[in-house]
């Protein structure tokens, strides 16, 4: 027996909107709620057009300001280049930096830092830096952003041009962090740096550097050079151990601190002095010279190829001293038959 046509006219639903008057109001009034609230959910979760909404980055293990050497040394090339920085890191994911620059291709001399160390250990000498060191005019800047993910620090400069990496580590009960330079796609081979909250314009003294115990700093450094013994090319390094001078002396006025290694006219003048004069600064220089080069030109203070050692204060949260990160740009200026051959070129840190 044929089942007989179901009549659509008879059967089709009303339009949604009698559909709705048909319905109790009160029921309609929490359907049209329900609606809304799970509009507004889905409009929250989704990110406007051009880009999510900015966030606060994460700063590196939560400091502001870092000292940072770093330089691109190889032992077989003669343009070596060291670079010391200040940077700080700003909560929306910048990072701006301030450096000054020495390099095998740009010869610069010597200059002096207008300290001189009386009542001192050493010589009475007006001490020496590297060129432009004692200007901050003569310092260059970047900018740039950084992302942090663990313990590794990547930043990347110049709207991309060229990034670094860094490994950090928490040292003086949170209130400094080291840095273990890991790579990058500028050149650089060796770097070492530190940060905190400190301002820039916290510096120590140099009575309390010399109240420090310095052989609690590790000496770690890598240093292309050449010397009567090895005259090739080669990148010096050493880790672990202290400095060759762990007692300081301050020199009248505090301006500045000596020392001298093995006495006598065999031995060598250390000299450290802040990079200029006034002091707003964390930049400090070391200087030192064996005694027999000077006398072996006829000289009190000596004005050869001495070694200059541009460096930065490292100093916690807590305002206290652990040492310094430097540069050496030891450039040759009174061998002229050695050319680059004679230069000391690298980087370093005296720090705990």
């Known amino acids: 027996m044929p089942v007989p046509m179901m009549s659509h006219t008879s059967t089709s639903l009303p339009p949604l909107t009698q559909r709705t008057r048909s319905l109790p109001s009160r029921l309609v009034a929490v359907l049209l709620t329900t609606m809304l609230v799970c509009v507004s959910a889905v409009i929250s979760n989704v990110a406007p057009v051009g880009g999510s909404?900015?966030?606060?980055?994460?700063?590196?293990?939560?400091?502001?300001?870092?000292?940072?050497?770093?330089?691109?040394l190889q032992a077989s090339s003669t343009q070596n280049w060291v670079r010391l920085g200040q940077y700080e890191f700003h909560g929306d994911g910048t990072v701006t930096e301030r450096h000054w620059h020495w390099s095998q291709r740009n010869r610069v001399d010597r200059t002096y830092t207008g300290f001189v160390a009386r009542n001192c250990p050493t010589r009475e000498c007006e001490i020496q830096t590297a060129g432009g060191y004692e200007f901050t005019g003569s310092s260059k800047t970047l900018d740039g952003t950084y992302t942090v993910d663990g313990n590794t620090l990547e930043i990347t400069w110049n709207d991309g041009q060229f990034w670094e990496k860094w490994e950090m580590t928490t040292t003086a009960d949170g209130a400094l962090v080291s840095l273990e330079y890991v790579d990058s796609d500028f050149g650089a081979t060796h770097g070492y740096g530190y940060g905190s909250n400190a301002a820039w314009n916290d510096r120590v003294s140099n009575a309390d550097i010399a109240a420090a115990d310095h052989s609690n700093f590790e000496h770690s450094y890598r240093l292309w050079k050449t010397t009567h013994s090895n005259p090739d090319p080669h990148i010096d390094s050493g880790d672990g151990s202290p400095f060759w001078v762990t007692d300081w002396s301050v020199c009248s006025g505090g301006s500045c601190l000596g020392a001298r290694t093995d006495g006598g006219t065999s031995g060598t003048d250390y000299y450290v002095s802040p990079a200029r004069s006034p002091i707003g600064h964390r930049r400090d220089t070391m200087w030192s010279w064996r005694l027999s080069n000077a006398d072996g030109r006829n000289e009190y203070c000596y004005t050869g190829n001495s070694h200059v050692k541009p460096m930065m204060q490292v100093v916690d949260d807590n305002g206290e001293f652990h040492g310094w990160v430097g540069v050496e740009a030891s450039l040759n200026e009174t061998v002229p038959e050695q050319g680059a051959y004679g230069d000391d070129i690298g980087v370093f840190k005296i720090a705990s």
């Not at 590196?60 to 050497?69: D, L, Q, S, T």
Request: charged share 20%.
């Open 53 to 72: 909404s900015a966030s606060a980055a994460e700063l590196p293990h939560g400091k502001e300001r870092f000292v940072v050497a770093i330089g691109g």
